[in-house]
């Protein structure tokens, strides 16, 4: 950034563009026209800020003051009373439990390392990138380590795959490097698509770099030259900066052949999806990416040996991609100090449902989901009572009040037999039924089953009709039972780990919220699901 | 002719597929794959029609039967559920007058579900075409509707 007195940070992303952040953009460069202050003031235009559901959010350093809801009326007011005056305008502040900080720095219990930039720099000058410490570690894996020493590193620091499994990335970069063979490839899962999950969009929106910056020292690592970013389809914002920021990558050598004088060479492409979750499950991507219907291999063989046109290949998400960068930069041990002993690092969460601050969070890991709710959702609203937190996604767990200490990292949320998934937390108060909430999730892996095997497309099927049968009151002793058997089938017979996941969401909202299920069994359907009824007819 | 052109744009590699069916559909009026683009596609990228047929019908961004000037494709996903996303359902078939998968007769709406748009922080969603729209409320809705009767 040039040196001005004071910044006007802007977050544009999908929800700014529908909220009109473009009249507020031009009504800005306007009024800072017309008060004398251009460059005095820097109007500069990033990714997210991290708050969701408030419009327009703005934010003014150097003091770091959040603005949200700003319409195009409220711009001459600010700058009048705030850029000129120095006099905040109190009205258009975020609350103050919303995290508010300066850039770069721990906002509230947050702790920014994946998100360091995001809403801090403009994302499509790749020079704001390396400003702020990008490349830095390319060039130092590049000039002063071998891909085995990078390897080691990441192994070092217990870097885990974001994408939900929580695999081990050194040892999956590893098995890549040893694995026969001169082509190998890097893909970036970007096909996000577990329900209640946007982090990795808001990663390719607000920082493409670090994302291109982590699939380049992967293809080091593993001794690939070619890398693809595979992004869903619907994600129009993120393939246009994402294809913007590789051609800048390109353009400053950082792409192409003989990277930095080191001889190493590695070029990276995007691919569009085309709506379908299951292709977000790795043999599926990779049959997507090759142009076909995206049905899951059968495993063995694994990507790793057998993966994009037979030959080895890493498919990592975007957040375990973009951790790579600062890895290397600040060390493994560096990493090791945040986070668990067997989770090191941060998690990024989308906070979502009956909070009263929505939004994308990065927090260590091991953080308790009690944190997450209640100091950075700032808990249920008003008067509300909390009854259910589903985490990881519609393949998650239903989880109620009294497990909210549980920490959130990959074993303790698998020791209570929950998963960490995606990270997405969706928090439901009273006025939510379960009943109601598992039906949307069984309708959604209905809808998602890609029909390849039988245990999951007949079972997606038969849970829908059983769970509709509960909520009409047309189910007897035998329907819970029935789901329960249904789901076990699922989970040992399916052939990709879509089919098994459903028996989690299922048997986790059999378990803890029983009473309501037998309720809905025994009694007269409600109102609500009176008019559900007819809208899905 | 102006198809061929989309269609050289992109290098002849199959995993060009999914892209090349993207530019075809959005140049169609209707929005729709038809049969003579997949035989294009086909021939260029030296694959069976079958395949190419396959992979179409596997997709819920493609279709091949025409459909309305806009797609609206309202999230029926758990967050946005939660959100009330079932009302707008309703609001949305009894103001357009059609169910699920159906096209409006003026031919400029088509309804669409559609899982996570991952834009759940300002759910209930929908996209219309490229455009998100969130926070909706039925009164939102209609005039949404509405600025797009209204520009035909
Ligand atoms: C149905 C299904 C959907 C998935 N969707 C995604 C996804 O959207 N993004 C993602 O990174 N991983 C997804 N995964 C996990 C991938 O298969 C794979 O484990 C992951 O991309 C590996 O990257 P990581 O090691 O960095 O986590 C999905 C898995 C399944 C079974
Ligand atoms: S488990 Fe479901 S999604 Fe996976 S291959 Fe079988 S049918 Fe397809
Ligand atoms: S489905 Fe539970 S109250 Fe209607
Ligand atoms: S659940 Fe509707 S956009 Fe994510």
């Known amino acids: ?537 | 002719m102006e198809k061929l052109e989309i269609v050289r744009r992109f290098p002849r590699k199959r995993d060009q597929l999914l892209a090349i069916l993207h530019e075809l559909q959005r140049a169609n009026p209707r929005n729709y794959l038809t049969g003579e683009d997949l035989r294009l596609v086909a021939e260029y990228l030296d694959l069976p029609l079958s395949a190419v047929h396959d992979a179409v019908t596997f997709y819920s961004m493609f279709s091949l039967v025409p459909r309305g000037k806009h797609i609206i494709r309202l999230c029926d996903s758990p967050p946005c559920h939660l959100a009330g996303a079932w009302s707008l359902l309703s609001a949305l078939k009894e103001e357009l007058g059609i169910d699920v998968g159906q096209t409006t007769e003026d031919g400029l709406f088509t309804l669409e579900l559609t899982s996570c748009l991952g834009v759940c922080g300002v759910a209930p969603a929908m996209m219309i075409d490229d455009e998100v729209y969130g926070n909706l409320t039925p009164e939102r809705l209609k005039e949404i509707l509405a600025r797009y009767r209204e520009e035909g």
């Open chain 1, 1 to 537: 950034m040039r040196i001005a007195r004071a910044h006007v940070l802007v977050g544009v992303d999908e929800e700014a563009r529908l909220a009109g952040v473009d009249r507020v953009l031009s009504a800005f460069r306007e009024a800072i026209r017309n008060a004398g202050l251009e460059g005095e003031v820097q109007v500069v235009e990033t990714g997210t800020l991290g708050v969701s559901g408030r419009g327009v959010v703005l934010v003014v350093y150097p003091e770091g003051v959040y603005y949200a809801g700003v319409t195009p009326e409220d711009v001459p007011v600010i700058v009048e009373e705030h850029l000129l005056k120095g006099r905040p305008v109190e009205r258009l502040r975020l609350p103050a439990a919303v995290p508010q900080t300066e850039p770069r720095q721990v906002l509230g219990r947050q702790v920014r390392v994946v998100l360091r930039n995001c809403g801090v720099i403009d994302p499509e000058e790749i020079e704001e990138y390396i400003a702020a410490g990008g490349y830095e570690a390319l060039g130092k894996a590049l000039t002063e380590m071998s891909p085995d020493e990078v390897i080691e590193e990441i192994k070092r620091s217990g870097l885990r795959g974001r994408g939900g499994a929580g695999f081990p990335t050194g040892v999956k970069w590893e098995a890549v490097r040893r694995a026969s063979g001169q082509e190998k490839y890097v893909i970036c899962n970007a096909d996000e698509g577990e329900p209640g999950t946007f982090k990795d969009r808001l990663i390719l929106e607000g920082d493409p770099h670090k994302l291109i910056e982590g699939m380049i020292i992967a293809g080091y690592a593993v001794g690939a030259r070619k890398g693809y970013v595979y992004i869903r389809g619907e994600y129009q914002l993120s393939i246009a900066r994402m294809q913007k920021a590789i051609s800048q990558a390109r353009e400053y050598g950082l792409l192409g052949d003989d990277i930095l004088g080191s001889g190493f060479s590695f070029d990276l492409e995007v691919r569009p999806g085309a709506g379908a979750y299951v292709c977000g499950e790795e043999t599926s991507l990779i049959e997507s990416l090759e142009g076909k219907r995206g049905w899951p291999r059968i495993r063995p063989p694994y990507p790793v040996t057998c993966g994009l046109w037979g030959k080895p290949t890493v498919v990592n998400n975007v957040e375990t991609l973009a951790n790579v960068p600062e890895i290397l930069r600040q060390g493994a041990d560096w990493y090791r100090t945040l986070g668990t002993p067997t989770c090191p690092g941060t998690k990024v969460y989308t906070l979502l449902g009956h909070v009263r601050y929505p939004g994308l969070v990065e927090v260590e890991m091991g953080t308790p989901l009690r944190t997450l709710v209640y100091e950075l959702g700032g808990g249920v609203p008003e008067g509300r009572t909390l009854k259910a937190v589903l985490v990881g996604g519609a393949a998650g767990a239903f989880l109620s009040p009294q497990d909210l200490d549980v920490r959130m990292d990959f074993d303790s949320l698998r020791e209570m037999a929950a998963a960490l998934g995606s990270g997405a937390v969706l928090v439901m108060d009273e006025s939510a039924c379960i009943v109601d909430m598992l039906a949307s999730v069984l309708r959604f892996f209905r809808h998602e089953s890609c029909g390849q095997c039988t245990p999951c497309r007949a079972g997606t099927d038969a849970l829908v009709r059983l769970i509709e049968a509960v909520r009409r009151g047309e189910g007897d002793g035998r329907t819970l039972g029935l789901m329960t058997e249904i789901v076990e089938t699922m989970r040992l017979a399916s052939l990709c780990p879509l089919g098994q996941s459903v028996a989690l969401p299922v048997t986790t909202a059999l378990t803890h919220f029983r009473d309501e299920f037998e309720a809905h069994l025994a009694g007269e359907p409600c109102p609500r699901c009176h008019k559900l009824e007819r809208a899905l007819r």
